[in-house]
């Protein structure tokens, strides 16, 4: 009788098979990145409309450029997120991972609005 000898797959980071680790993280990552988008947003329209530029207070200030200094941030959280939501289509339930999709898709749109 002969042997069958099945071929060695390559490594694969899996979680076990599901998508559900994959699409949570997706997920967590569009919902800070969608988070973040929303608290720039309020500063930058509360400048925008604000009476004197110039007179601007102190906090609101250093508010500002706190923001503006982790604009890149956006942009990393947005591709996380896709990254993981595309990561988790290749895994069973896929439902989960049409949803981070579609998540992810939002947050990416979001991230890419911002100068």
Same mark, same amino acid.
């Given at each position: ?12 980071l899996? *979680?076990?098979g ?14 800070? %990145? %969608? ?13 925008? *409309?604000?009476?004197?530029h ?9 508010q ?6 982790r604009l ?7 591709l ?22 579609s998540a ?12």
């Amino acid at each position: 009788m002969r042997e069958t000898v099945e071929p060695k797959r390559p490594p694969t980071l899996s *979680f076990s098979g599901s998508s559900w680790p994959a699409a949570s993280v997706s997920v967590i990552f569009a919902v800070a %990145t %969608t988070h973040l988008f929303l608290v720039y947003s309020r500063l930058h329209w509360g400048v925008l *409309f604000s009476r004197d530029h110039g007179q601007m207070d102190e906090a609101a200030r250093s508010q500002l450029f706190v923001i503006l200094g982790r604009l890149e941030w956006y942009r990393v959280g947005g591709l996380l997120a896709l990254f993981f939501a595309v990561w988790a289509l290749q895994f069973r339930p896929r439902w989960p991972g049409w949803i981070a999709l579609s998540a992810s898709l939002l947050a990416v749109v979001a991230a890419m609005l911002i100068m």
